[in-house]
């Protein structure tokens, strides 16, 4: 897959509305996708792997998007490729009395994550250029200057850290954000997320339209780029992800961290325990040694 056909670079004009969301790239369904999907989650196992280990670099996943554009279940799906340790889930919802007391960003940078670890953001600092735009909660003087923190912001995650942010907007249609907004009203494993407000956020797609393609335009960089992702159809939209995350963190350039023991005396520590084995055991032992060799020489 073409990943540089989702990237939106630096200084470009967005119009989502060119933008199909039901776009499937170089697959015809979900089962078309699905061995390749598998490889990606794979790699993605191993790779984070090699983050944690070498702790010399960090990923921030920032999701954004209309409502049902599937943010959770990007999630999920992402979770699902990653072990828990070494990854985390920050949720921004309305902001308290407490955080709205401070500065836009002081609630979000607590969550940034540390060396090693990946830290996804469902929403993020960008409904500070959104919401509030949308709904007027304050100037336009205000939220229009909060662009360039954010471009400061992302600067020093990435520079002072080497920390990699990849963003994505999913691009939904207004048929599919309607047709699960029915699915959550006949599921009752789904009614959870029905929200009044949905359909009255719904009015407002003109609106958030505009927002959406301002906020990418002005705030995707070489750095913390954003990426437009179709996502009317939930397999290409977690396909495409899975993509993107595993090329990034390839990119990084990893290398295993050098062991802080004496290796020779280690050595000789595990040859006193195993010729304290039966012979029963140590055949068990060099079977296993193999079987795990083998499966270490296929996956890498």
Do not use: C
């Amino acid at each position: 897959m073409k990943i540089d056909k989702f990237r939106i670079a630096p200084g470009t004009k967005v119009k989502l509305g060119k933008i199909d969301p039901a776009d499937t790239g170089d697959y015809k369904n979900h089962a078309d996708a699905a061995q390749r999907q598998e490889e990606l989650l794979a790699r993605m196992r191993e790779l984070q792997a090699k983050l944690y280990a070498a702790k010399t670099n960090a990923l921030v996943i920032v999701l954004q998007g209309l409502d049902a554009a599937g943010k959770d279940g990007v999630v999920t799906h992402v979770m699902s490729g990653l072990n828990p340790e070494g990854t985390r889930v920050a949720s921004f919802k309305q902001p308290t009395a407490e955080e709205t007391a401070h500065d836009f960003l002081w609630r979000v940078h607590p969550h940034a994550p540390a060396k090693g670890d990946i830290v996804i953001f469902n929403r993020s600092h960008y409904e500070d250029v959104l919401v509030v735009r949308v709904h007027q909660l304050v100037p336009k003087v205000v939220w229009k200057s909060r662009y360039e923190h954010i471009r400061n912001f992302e600067h020093l995650l990435a520079a002072g850290n080497d920390t990699t942010v990849l963003k994505f907007y999913l691009h939904i249609s207004r048929e599919a954000q309607l047709a699960r907004f029915k699915v959550r009203l006949d599921e009752p494993d789904h009614e959870w997320k029905i929200s009044k407000t949905d359909y009255a956020e719904r009015e407002l797609w003109d609106e958030y339209t505009a927002a959406f393609e301002e906020a990418i335009a002005q705030t995707s960089t070489a750095e913390a780029p954003w990426f437009v992702i179709p996502s009317d159809n939930k397999w290409f939209r977690d396909l495409a992800i899975s993509e993107i995350i595993v090329a990034a963190i390839e990119g990084m350039k990893l290398q295993a961290p050098k062991a802080e023991v004496d290796l020779e005396e280690i050595k000789q520590d595990y040859a006193k325990a195993l010729a304290e084995e039966s012979p029963e055991n140590q055949i068990k032992i060099a079977k296993l040694v193999k079987k795990k060799e083998k499966s270490l020489k296929q996956a890498g």
